[in-house]
């Protein structure tokens, strides 16, 4: 009884140290995932508390556990717009880009660790994909927002090539077990029910839990649950059929969110949460179980691989996957950048040690210190990269609502709550003149804590409580009513035009005050129309478009259109470093300085 209370006294202190650490790092621009993993190594076996844990199958388990609620949730909050602008690129990236730098790390392990080729295999099919938990943190939680085709396609990838390497790893293993006797048709076999079979059996988990949500009355505090639930039984199910669960969790969680459901936001926070303590105890459990004198051995090869993968491999396969899709050099480069390795890599390092693969515990030195590089050199940078590639586009406001309750089995709206802020649009218009969005209605007004008969003839004050009612899907744009003025207007990025224009104004115009070349066939279309003109359909915040010496840049894009556009001036762009860099680079004598400015990553 005493090592039970001892146990679960260090894990919640553990935990709430992490948490205590998390608010320091955030402030040094630290990834969290990296605070985790470092206390972790600090409490285990070289650390001062000695901690001694050594079970890889009860990390392998939890983490499991853990990766699969992450992917839930991140598919949850993946908008179905994304997944249209992003799918194909992203799967490239997930299937053809996890084999090209597998191939690449494998040739690497073979000359620099001496590795016989099949052993290579399973080293680079262990280095080979890029984490969930690590790119959904370190995108949301640096504080920078990059484009939705930048940043869908890094989430969609990350979420999508599990089975590839889950299914290359596991193949290498078997060639190291059992030699090179393998039938390609057993290989195509097997990859294809890992990506075609998970992908159609979490579509279908997806569509069935939000039927259970919509038809089933249940607590408030049940639906969190039932999801949670839910997700994990697709999980678990999928795997038992030999397909991949972790895309069939993430598959369901775009699959949910696809439709409104009931009790969305109780859903989302709670899943948030849980996804949170997910990330802690899976990379605090990781870190326990490294004893880091031991990684000295292969220190010096495991570091030269990982600065392999990080500048070699993953370039070499983004640029080879994204040269069919229309993505400019910044996007390929950030997207090779920002390919983060987590807690997968460590965890496919797990299966040959389970597998008793000899020498199974080189795989997980060098997989642990090629994440542990990725955490520092590439986890640390995401925003200066995002900046210095003049990628940075203003983040989205997000505001929680005081108030969400489901009126049970049926209805297709919920009660939401509001408090009205200074600056707020409604401000301006009485209560009974506001202009909702449809199906959403004011019930009632709360002023100093009674309820104010007669509200919609009345004008609004600050600090008044909204009590409307709503379909989920329009409970955040209601939402936008209630909040501060600027926040409706986040603050540019350098580089994302000095004048700003409503998509409806006349290209004609622009062309006269700027002389701007656009076209005689463009003199009668709006500006909007002329952009989307010029970069087709699928058009995303921060797409420009160069006209002599000045450049259009979409500024603000709803549902794929273009909302509103910045003028920006050709000498205005000189602060961006990436700008200034190249054109130090023209000259032979500044070529050191950007180096230098080069390095700073």
Known sequence: MALINQLIFLGALLALISILLGQISSRLGAPLLLVFLVLGMLAGEDGPLGLQFQS????????????????FEGGLRTPREVVRLVFWPSLTLATLGVLLTALCMAGMAVLVMGM????????????????????????????????????????????????MAVFLTLMAVHLVQAGSNVSGWYVLGSFGLELI?????????????????????????????????????????????????????????????????????????????????????????????VTPSDLLADLAAALLLAFGLILVARPGAVMLCLLPFRFNWRERGF???????????????????????????????????????????????????????????????????????SLGHGSSRELAGFRVQDRARVLHDDYGAIHLPPQAEIISVI???????????????????????APPAEIAGLHQHFVHHEADEPSAPAGFGEFVFEAETPASDLALIYGLPIGVAAKDLSLGAFLHAQLG?????????????????????????????????????????????????????????????????
């Open 447 to 469: 002023r100093d804590s009674a309820p104010v008969a007669l509200f919609r003839e009345m004008r609004p004050l600050i600090g008044d409580y909204v009590i409307a009612i």
């Open 197 to 289: 079979g998970g992908g159609l059996i979490g579509a279908a988990g997806g569509f069935a839990l939000r039927w259970l949500l919509q038809r089933l009355t249940l607590s408030a505090g049940l639906y969190p649950v039932l999801a949670t639930a839910g997700a994990l039984l697709i999980f678990a199910g999928t795997n038992s059929l030999h397909a991949s669960g972790f895309l069939a969790v993430y598959v369901a969680g775009i699959m949910l969110a696809q439709a409104p459901y009931r009790a969305q936001q109780v859903i989302t926070r709670f899943l948030d949460g849980l996804a949170w303590l997910a990330q802690i105890a899976m990379f605090l459990m990781l870190g326990l179980l």
């Open 537 to 601: 359909l699928h058009v995303v915040a921060g797409d420009r478009v160069k006209l002599g010496e000045i450049e259009l840049v979409a500024r603000d894009v709803k549902d794929g259109r273009i909302q509103r556009i910045g003028l920006e001036l050709e000498d205005t762009r000189m602060h961006l470093p990436v700008t200034r860099t190249l054109r130090k680079l023209r000259h032979p004598m500044k070529t050191w300085r950007a180096f230098r400015r080069l390095s700073g990553l």
């Open 56 to 71: 890889y199958e009860a990390t392998f388990a939890v983490g499991s556990i853990a990766l699969a609620i992450i992917l």
């Open 116 to 163: 016989r080729p099949l052993e290579g295999i399973l080293m680079g099919a262990i280095l080979a994909s890029t984490d969930a938990a690590a790119v959904f943190m370190l995108l949301h939680g640096q504080g920078v927002a990059v484009n939705a085709r930048v940043g869908g396609t890094l989430e969609l990838e990350s979420g999508m090539n599990d089975p």
């Open 335 to 405: 997207v090779a950048w920002v390919g983060l390795r987590g807690a997968v890599p460590i965890f496919l390092a797990s299966i040959p040690i389970l597998a008793e693969v000899p020498n199974a515990q080189v795989y997980f030195n060098v997989a642990f210190v090629a994440v542990l590089t990725s955490l520092i050199v590439q986890g640390w940078s995401v925003g200066r990269a995002a900046r210095f590639l003049g990628l940075e586009v203003p983040a989205a406001v997000h505001h929680g609502q005081d108030l969400d309750i």
